[in-house]
């Protein structure tokens, strides 16, 4: 049980920023630390029916209340997730050769097209939370919610599962630590659990959305083979970003055509 909580501590102080008490990042530490790192979308995922529930309660303005979803992820996590999009972005958009792409990842500045793809990322994030927020759709949010695992589920599988870019990078170091099979079937065991909750929520919301966050995971491993040789911290969190993001634009549109 200490060798679980100290896998719990080390997921939550990697990818998140919630205190948490101090573990040393040993193996066994890490062996199953990507069992828990969806628990931190579980946060993500209460806080955000929290504030739209709160926003509707008191009376808040749409717009206030919006904000305040789409910030949400960045408060709980620190952009880190974030920091991995635009990098990718920068990457992906310089049309070099691979190995000069992996140079840029590593690069701490932001480059144009970074930029640009924060604010695309935040407007489009704001657009989907405000058609949700403001039509009182809190089914759609609460499937919202649950995405947020769903996504870090698939993240964790794409960690364990696909080579690796590089043999010194994070995510090889993680891969590396992690009991592999175990880690993959209870993400997948997870992913069962997740899809059969959102689908009882709403089905046709529920089935949209996680078949989405599918497709955004196949076309993720396409861009990390073709372009990367493999996958990186930097693109985990690029999918993740896309994943969370393509969920709720999903979910925007179908709940608005297809009305409870």
Request: aromatic letters at 14%; glycine letters at 8%; proline letters at 3%.
């Amino acid at each position: 049980m200490k060798s679980l909580w100290n896998n719990f501590k080390v997921a939550f102080a990697m990818f998140s920023k919630i205190p948490m008490p101090r573990a040393d990042w040993t193996k066994e530490n890490m062996k199953y630390m990507f069992c828990f790192f969806p628990f931190i979308g579980t946060v993500i995922g209460v806080l955000t029916v929290a504030v739209a529930y709160a926003g509707r309660r008191f009376g808040y303005q749409p717009g206030f209340v919006t904000a305040l979803l789409v910030l949400v992820p960045v408060f709980v996590t620190g952009g880190i997730h974030v920091d991995g999009l635009l990098d990718t972005s920068d990457a992906l958009s310089s049309w070099q050769e691979r190995s000069r792409r992996l140079e840029i990842l590593k690069d701490s500045h932001a480059g144009a097209f970074a930029v640009i793809t924060a604010a695309v990322y935040f407007v489009t994030w704001y657009g989907a939370y405000d058609q949700l927020y403001t039509s009182e759709n809190m089914e759609a949010i609460a499937i919202m919610s649950l995405g947020f695992m769903v996504s870090r589920c698939l993240s964790g599988i794409g960690v364990i599962v696909f080579p690796k870019a590089k043999s010194d990078g994070t995510v090889a170091e993680f891969s590396r630590n992690s009991s592999d099979v175990i880690s993959r079937n209870v993400l997948i065991v997870y992913l069962i659990l997740l899809a059969a909750v959102m689908i009882w929520i709403e089905p046709v919301w529920g089935i949209a959305a996680f078949a989405g966050a599918l497709v955004i995971f196949g076309y993720y491993h396409h861009t990390a083979m073709k372009y990367f040789g493999g996958t990186t911290g930097d693109l985990s969190g690029f999918f993740l970003c896309i994943c969370e993001a393509g969920m709720a634009v999903i979910l925007a549109v179908v709940s608005n055509l297809f009305i409870r």
